[in-house]
């Protein structure tokens, strides 16, 4: 049985999806939806790689990856349909939870690590 084609978003949807979303720090560019991430060192950024790695393998949806010390560059695209489907935007929301997790105030985990680990900026 062949696979349905998902509906491959424009620009403006793109744009507005991601606004809709709350994925702020995601943009689109050059046919892919993008992010960066900055950590406090090289542990850090490979345990995130690894970390979207397992999402991605989990999904069966891969995300594009630059890394270098401090730094991770995550790209999305659906490869098949050539262009953003909602499957990007689905793997861009639950990397952006696991990369950016954090124990919450008032929990058994709490404070959690006090190094800066992953952050947004």
């Known amino acids: 049985m062949a696979e349905k084609k998902s509906h491959v978003y424009s620009e403006d949807e793109t744009k507005a999806k991601l606004a809709e979303l709350g994925l702020a720090d995601w943009y689109l560019e050059d046919g892919w939806i993008r992010r960066k991430y900055n950590t406090d060192g090289w542990p850090q950024t490979l345990m995130a790689v690894n970390a979207i790695g397992y999402l991605?393998?989990?999904a069966y949806h891969h995300a594009d990856l630059a890394v270098?010390?401090?730094?991770?560059?995550?790209?999305l695209q659906t490869h098949d349909h050539g262009g953003i489907t909602d499957k990007d935007f689905e793997l861009a929301k639950k990397i952006e939870e696991l990369v950016l997790y954090r124990p919450a105030e008032g929990t058994t985990?709490?404070?959690?690590?006090?190094?800066?680990?992953v952050f947004s900026k």
């Open 56 to 58: 991605c393998e989990a």
């Open 109 to 117: 985990l709490a404070p959690g690590n006090p190094k800066k680990f």
């Open 68 to 75: 270098t010390w401090g730094k991770l560059w995550v790209k």
